[in-house]
């Protein structure tokens, strides 16, 4: 279980990447509501039930330890990885994880225009508005 701290001063803010589909997983609420995350047979992104996209998790208080309070990309996690690459920026979510001692990092796309977007993260040119609200996961 992934349990690293959150970088001082981020936090997921108007980001929901992680919520919309382009990750897996089966949500199960507290109060027992259920939904899942992933992708539907013809490739079309299913959002959690629960999500208000841009906006963040609908359901907050209610939601899972897993996955909802244990994931953290590594822009949350890594004080390294650059502004420019949260997921909402740059259109990629990165997840560093280590299994049975062999660490690896997946790059997950998580935007229309993926390779345009993550590129222009790379030069830290966005166009992002300051929203203020909760993130997804
Ligand atoms: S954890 Fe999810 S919602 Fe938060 S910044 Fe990362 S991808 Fe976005
Ligand atoms: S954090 Fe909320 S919106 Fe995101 S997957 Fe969990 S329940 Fe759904």
């Not at 209610?62 to 920026?89: A, G, H, Q, Y």
Request: with cysteine.
């Amino acid at each position: 279980m992934d349990l690293l701290p959150i970088v001082n001063g981020r936090s997921c803010g108007d980001c929901t990447k992680c919520c919309e589909g382009h990750l897996r997983g089966d949500i199960k609420l507290s109060d027992g509501r259920e939904s899942w995350i992933g992708q539907e047979e013809d490739g079309k992104l299913h959002p959690c039930g629960f999500l208000k996209i841009g906006e963040g998790c609908g359901a907050y208080a209610e939601r899972p330890t897993i996955p909802c309070k244990v994931f953290k990309c590594d822009w949350l996690t890594n004080p390294d990885m650059p502004e420019s690459f949260k997921p909402s920026n740059s259109g990629a979510i990165f997840s560093t994880r280590t299994v049975n001692g062999q660490t690896y990092t997946k790059i997950i796309e998580a935007g229309r225009n993926w390779t345009q977007k993550f590129y222009l993260g790379l030069f830290n040119i966005t166009c992002q508005e300051e929203k203020t609200s909760h993130g997804g996961y």
